[in-house]
């Protein structure tokens, strides 16, 4: 498998200051390595105590463990952005989580758990950061969406819901933020080749195998594919766009 890179222009985000949730691996990480390259300053969040690592490979990040449905972990991020850096300019809202249930086996606490993860949890952390980017005179809010946003699949009830909420934000967000200067967008990722998936399916390869089969491009995602998008809409290259729902799936939602 053969994975494009276009690494970030040295000094792209130098004097900006970033919040990346979920920022511990995957998508994530790649998204602060790339924002880091840059020249960004970082606060990282995410619930696993892996997330104090980054510092050791990316100097000068700042790791917050904390969870993205806590409303006080919102607060502490963005409050940490301001006094250790000045102020914020960059959200990215990485953080997720993800269900596969038949609807009828779904249970409120499924529904409820993923909602508040990949719905409430950037809400919040949106919320905080238009106060303080308001401040700042403006800034980039982008978030991690799915193409299920968009296309249904069986047993995504839960997290179908909580992708199209998160993509509806996001237009709200482009609106209510216009006039202030913050833009907001999302990326619809398709399936991305990580560990996660091993968390809730025992056949992860094999469903991995099967997305790439189905797509154009003929292979899933590989997460540093879906951060260099994110920082493309972080960017001043992404000026003019806002309110957009951003396909990154492979060719899988033009068939």
């Known amino acids: 498998m053969v994975t494009p890179t276009h690494p970030v222009d040295s000094g792209e985000f130098t004097g900006k200051v970033a919040i990346v949730t979920g920022a511990a691996r995957g998508v994530g990480k790649e998204t602060v390595r790339l924002l880091h390259t840059g020249g960004a300053r970082i606060i990282a969040v995410d619930q696993r105590q892996e997330v104090g690592e980054l510092p050791r490979e990316f100097p000068g990040v700042h790791p ?122 999302i990326v619809a990722a398709g399936v991305i080749e990580t560990d996660f998936l091993d968390s809730f399916r025992s056949d992860s390869r094999k469903y991995l195998a099967s997305f790439a089969d189905a797509q154009p491009l003929g292979r899933v995602a590989q997460p540093e594919e879906i951060a260099e998008v994110l920082c493309f809409l972080a960017s001043p290259r992404s000026s003019f766009i806002t309110g957009a729902v951003i396909a990154a799936d492979g060719g899988f939602t033009a068939i």
């Not at 952005?81 to 993800?98: K, P």
């Not at 299920?148 to 995504?156: D, K, Q, R």
Request: glycine fraction near 12%.
């Open 64 to 185: 917050l463990i904390g969870d993205v449905m806590d409303e006080a972990t919102a607060h502490h991020a963005v409050r940490e952005a301001v006094d250790a850096f000045g102020g914020l300019d960059i959200l990215v809202n990485n953080a997720g989580r993800t269900l596969n249930k038949p609807i009828t086996e779904t249970t409120t606490e499924d529904w409820d758990t993923t909602m508040a993860v990949n719905a409430r949890g950037s809400f919040l952390f949106a919320r905080e950061a238009f106060r303080a980017m308001e401040e700042r005179g403006g800034g980039a809010i982008v978030s991690t969406g799915s193409y299920t946003c968009t296309v249904a699949l069986p047993e995504g009830g839960a997290y179908s819901a909580s992708k199209g909420a998160l993509a509806q934000l996001t237009k709200v967000l482009a609106v209510e933020g216009g006039p202030l200067g913050i833009r907001a967008n």
